[in-house]
């Protein structure tokens, strides 16, 4: 049967909507958010690199965290912008491939890095004599590769098994960019085997990063709890609660797209879920890690002073 279709190479990215009134107002609206999340993430990274006094373990991952988020959006909202206009809303078997690798390849590393963050914090908060000599650089660069490392490989498995299913039902994918759950619904090949191996990655991935964090908040908040300071308290308190909204729109979002998307949820809805992880998230970032963050503010002011 597969042998008398024709294979498809294309696909139409039919994209967030179909109304035409709604394109142009939709463009300006998503460009100024890119516009501002890439400004934000890169302006955060060379104010870490600039200030010595931000050359701290927390900073490292933050500027990391900064890079991939930027990444994220890049990886996603470019392509989603033409389709907006209907300039270019064809992409290749190729570059969807590609897209869903460097989206992917940065989601699963900043997984790791917030469950760096996490770990950073709880030494910081727990054994703040020994956080110089624990968050060593050595161990710093190790956590940071080994983010990189495990997106790496994640992501080249799942892609990799993309190129045992081909394509012939339909050339359109109900997505605004090449996610691969809207790829298995329009595969000739059975992709079983590709969903299950989503799952199980998405799933484990999930549950071992999310278990990790949350051991290492309740540690965090058991040493908040037994401190006389009340100062030392809301110090710690500060320190943490950016890193615990981020984590809670991060996770709480991917949740519900890869590991309940048995459950049912309806197109428009995985839609709804994917924007906000690949544009909102990376758009709040620099505003959640900076706004009441005393040593950024006050980077920004002697940058903006030079």
Known sequence: MEG?????????????????DLQVPLFLVFFFIYVVTIVGN???????????????????F????????ACISSSVTPKMLMTFLN?????????????????CYSVTTEIFLLVAMAYDRFVAICNPLLYLVVMSKKLCTVLISMSYLIGFVNCGLNVGLLFRLTFCRSNIIDHFYCEILPLYSIACTDPSLNALVVFICASSIQIS?????????ARVLFAVVNM????????????????????????????FMYVSHGSGPG???????????TVVIPFLNPFIYSLRNKEVLGALKKVIKL
């Open 62 to 69: 933050l500027g990391n965290l900064a890079f991939t988020d």
């Open 228 to 255: 006389k300071s009340k100062k030392g308290r809301q110090k710690a308190f500060f320190t943490c609660s950016a890193h615990l909204l981020s984590v809670s729109l991060f996770y709480g979002t991917l949740l």
């Open 267 to 277: 197109k428009q809805q995985d839609k709804m879920y994917s924007l906000f992880y």
């Open 87 to 103: 300039k270019n809303d064809i992409i290749t078997l190729g570059e969807c491939f590609a897209q869903f690798y460097f989206f």
């Open 42 to 60: 890169l302006g955060l990274i060379f104010l870490i690199w600039k200030d010595t006094h931000l050359h701290t373990p927390m900073y490292l």
């Open 209 to 217: 990063t999310s278990v990790t964090i949350v051991v290492s908040y």
């Open 4 to 20: 008398n279709r024709t294979l498809l190479t294309e696909f139409v990215l039919r994209g967030i909507t179909d109304h035409p």
